[in-house]
């Protein structure tokens, strides 16, 4: 049996944060207007409130204005095909982002091709996914992005290695499969991307160098899943019911944390791993938005 080492994705988030407020410091300095992020945020799904609550506060952190429109779940096509026009044409706005999921009535992908690509720091627009696909400048996804990052600097090397990848969504497992394979400096993994659909899972899973979870069910991955030795990261959080807890719940991954942490030599905790990234991922395509990193202004 081995321990494995935690993946402390706070302490790596803490570490950018405070490189991209530098960044943001520097350019106040210079009588540069600080980087703008505005969110739109469509009736009051609990999960999106505290989603665009903790983007908020992480960009007070760093120094980025962050806006939230917010609209009321009745909002029509029409009205929020309005405010994204107006965001879209506002130049204090740097980049802004459409928070998911949207009330039945509203189809997100008509919405997400509406986001002019220079703005859709979120990189969920056609043209961001198939620059990502083509090696080219562009916003990439803030989880795919910010599982890279962790890997990165937590010395991970990935060029060579098996990834397995469980879970084909379009935010989060398919452009991870992109990027991780992708012939650049941080790539060139050999990926397996697996979905519900895959047969014999666990036969593919116990090949994994590295096992990525973004499955989106709770304690998914079990250790029997898991090659020893293997470094796994876990992107799902979910909220599980657990009454000998204060709070009457308690966070899990897909992972099963108890049981595969003595089966992987690296493993990513939740909370703590991958969540952070996320946030941390969209400040820095809102810095880079800003400085015309991507996209240069007209
Ligand atoms: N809903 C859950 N995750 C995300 C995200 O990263 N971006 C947006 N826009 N909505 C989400």
């Given at each position: 049996m081995t321990t494995s080492k935690l993946i402390d994705g706070k302490a790596v988030a803490e570490t950018i944060k405070k490189e991209i407020a530098e960044e943001v410091a520097a350019m106040i300095d210079a009588d540069l207007k600080a980087p703008h992020l505005a969110a739109i945020l469509v009736g009051n799904d609990p999960a999106s409130e505290t989603y665009v609550a903790s983007k908020e506060k992480a960009c007070h952190a760093v120094g980025i204005t962050s806006t939230t429109y917010r609209l009321p779940g009745s909002t029509t096509e029409k009205e929020l095909n309005q405010v994204i026009d107006f965001l879209n044409q506002d130049?204090?706005?740097d980049g802004f982002i459409l928070q998911l999921?949207?009330?039945?009535?509203?189809n997100a992908d008509h919405f997400i091709e509406r986001i002019h690509p220079s703005k859709d720091v979120d990189g969920f627009h056609p043209v961001n996914i198939g620059r990502m696909q083509l090696g080219l400048p562009c916003y990439l996804p803030a989880t795919p992005y910010g599982v890279v990052e962790l890997l990165k600097r937590s010395k991970v090397a990935v060029a060579g290695k098996h990834c397995v990848v469980v879970g084909r969504s379009n935010i989060v497992g398919t452009p991870l499969s992109i990027l991780l394979s992708r012939k650049s400096e941080f790539g060139n993994a050999t990926v397996t991307l697996c979905h519900s659909?895959?047969?014999?899972l666990k036969s593919l899973t116990l090949q994994a160098d590295i096992l990525i979870a973004a499955?989106?069910?709770?304690?998914?991955?079990?250790?029997?899943?898991v090659k020893p030795g293997a470094v796994v990261i876990d992107v799902g959080i979910h909220r599980l019911s657990d009454t000998s807890k204060e709070k009457g719940y308690r966070l899990a991954g897909d992972v099963n944390f108890e049981q595969v942490k003595s089966v992987a030599s690296y493993i990513t905790p939740v909370?703590?791993?991958v969540g952070p990234m996320t946030i941390v991922s969209l400040l820095q395509n809102t810095l880079s938005a800003s400085q015309n990193r991507v996209y240069s202004k007209p």
């Open positions: 130049d204090d706005v999921p949207l009330p039945k009535h509203l659909r895959t047969a014999n499955i989106g069910q709770a304690d998914f991955i079990q250790a029997d899943m909370p703590g791993g």
